[in-house]
């Protein structure tokens, strides 16, 4: 898996075999696509999305995926976001997603 660093825009390499828990911010397309990748490598992933058309549609799926803003601390304790094992940001605003990550 390859990572890029939001700072330095360099790409580094990341193993995540060990990661067995992974929380998606963010469930439109790119959150969809890993999603899907890690299913089919049995990886085990919850996501946080504020688009409630989309949560509803994939919880008709049968998709662990939530409606809320992810860097509430409320979301952050129901979807034990501060201890899982990877976080994937996957927003489509880079200010945004910088101030979650801060967060």
Do not use: H
């Amino acid at each position: 898996m390859r990572i890029t660093s939001p700072q330095s825009g360099k790409c580094c390499v990341a193993s995540v075999r060990r990661v067995r828990t992974f929380v998606i911010a963010g469930f439109g397309r790119v959150g969809r696509v890993i999603g899907r990748l890690l299913d089919e490598r049995g990886y085990r992933w919850v996501a946080v999305d504020l688009d409630a058309k989309n949560v509803e549609r994939s919880r008709k799926e049968r998709l662990p995926v939530f409606f809320g803003n992810a860097s509430q601390e409320e979301m952050v304790a129901a979807g034990k976001i501060d201890s899982a094992k990877a976080l994937v940001i996957t927003l489509d605003d880079p200010e945004a997603a910088n101030r979650f990550l801060r967060r």
